[in-house]
T-cell receptor, first 113, second 112 residues
């Protein structure tokens, strides 16, 4: 089955700096890669996703890149703000059938004002 | 109008007890899931149901028994609770093919 590795496990940045979180996946058949943000005591919420027919996707201050050959994808947050502080999860799955999302172990991002 | 709702939000119980967590979604999704999030925040799939049928059981002890009376509901019953069952349990649902994945607000289970 799919296995997703995520790094780093914790990340501290100064407000205004950029943050990058990286993930690798094992199943070359996976073709859907979402990112979730989980604030303290809240549910994980989708912030951006990318499918394997696209190499990069951007939504305001967040962007995701995908390298299918190397089987890795990354989340980039620019101009970080204190409200970006949360745990971020990457995930992967085959975007057909009923296979569930397999999550990385999460990255705790702290943005220091 | 909550999309995926779970009850209860908090559950504190003694070892050996039996408890249930309920989940309902009003999104018209075909597939529902249970995930366990441990103290290290790792989100691990437990079960996946599609149109009331069990699709995936990820080596979960048989003390855990999911039940799906209809495609809008997926409940989780846990027998003989153990200390290691303490975690946050999230229900989620998605459309056919896994799109539109949405989580419930979670149930924090504490076994004492």
């Amino acid at each position: 089955g799919e296995n997703v590795e995520q790094h780093p496990s914790t990340l501290s940045v100064q407000e205004g700096d950029s943050a990058v979180i990286k993930c690798t996946y094992s199943d070359s058949a996976s073709n859907y890669f979402p990112w979730y943000k989980q604030e303290l005591g809240k549910r994980p919420q989708l912030i951006i996703d990318i499918r394997s027919n696209v190499g990069e996707k951007k939504d305001q201050r967040i962007a995701v890149t995908l390298n299918k050959t190397a089987k890795h994808f990354s989340l980039h947050i620019t101009e970080t703000q204190p409200e970006d502080s949360a745990v971020y999860f990457c995930a992967a799955r085959l975007d057909s059938g009923n296979t569930p999302l397999v999550f990385g172990k999460g990255t705790r991002l702290s943005v220091i004002a | 109008d909550t999309a995926v709702s779970q009850t209860p939000k908090y559950l504190v119980t003694q070892m050996g007890n039996d408890k249930s967590i309920k989940c309902e979604q009003n999104l018209g999704h075909d597939t529902m899931y249970w995930y366990k999030q441990d103290s290290k925040k790792f989100l691990k799939i437990m079960f996946s149901y599609n149109n009331k049928e069990l699709i995936i059981n990820e080596t979960v002890p048989n003390r855990f028994s999911p039940k799906s009376p209809d495609k809008a509901h997926l409940n989780l019953h846990i027998n003989s609770l153990e200390l290691g069952d303490s975690a946050v349990y999230f229900c989620a649902s998605s459309r056919a093919g896994g799109r539109g994945y949405t989580f419930g607000s979670g149930t924090r289970l504490t076994v004492v």
